[in-house]
C-alpha cells in the first residue's frame, strides 16, 4: 500500500522561500505521477504541480517561473521548491501519488503560511 509523507510546511514572509517533501512508502514500483496540490481556506484544491515517472513536469499558471518540482527516486521522494512567495500561496498542500493501476493516494498535507 503506496503512502506519501509530507513534510516542510511553515510560516514564511512574503518573498521568501520554502521546500517540501513528499516520500512515499510501500510499493513505489506501482507509482506513476507524483503530485502537488494546495487547498486555500473557502476554496477548492487544486493542482500546483505534478511530475510522470519519466520526469515530465507540469506547473499551474500562477507558480511557472517561481516553484519546481522534482523527483528523486533513489529516495521515493519528490520535492516542490517553492521560490518568491507570495501570500495568495497560503494554504494546505497534498501530495498525491497515481498509481499505474488508475488509483490515487493522497498525503496528511502540510501547512503553508505566507505572510504579507
Known amino acids: 500500500q503506496v503512502q506519501p509523507v509530507e513534510s516542510g510546511g511553515g510560516l514564511v514572509q512574503a518573498g521568501g522561500s520554502l521546500r517540501l517533501s513528499c516520500a512515499a512508502s510501500?510499493?513505489?514500483?506501482?507509482?506513476?505521477?507524483m503530485g502537488w496540490y494546495r487547498q486555500a481556506p473557502g476554496k477548492q484544491r487544486e493542482l500546483v504541480a505534478r511530475?510522470?515517472?519519466?520526469?515530465?513536469?507540469y506547473y499551474t499558471d500562477s507558480v511557472k517561473g517561481r516553484f519546481t518540482i522534482s523527483r528523486d527516486n533513489a529516495k521515493n521522494t519528490v520535492y516542490l521548491q517553492m521560490n518568491s512567495l507570495k501570500p495568495e500561496d497560503t494554504g494546505v498542500y497534498y501530495c498525491?501519488?497515481?498509481?499505474?493501476?488508475?488509483?490515487?493516494?493522497w498525503g496528511q498535507g502540510t501547512q503553508v503560511t505566507v505572510s504579507s
Open positions: 498525491n501519488a497515481i498509481l499505474w493501476s488508475g488509483s490515487y493516494r
Open positions: 510501500g510499493s513505489i514500483v506501482s507509482i506513476n505521477t
Open positions: 511530475i510522470s515517472s519519466s520526469g515530465s513536469t
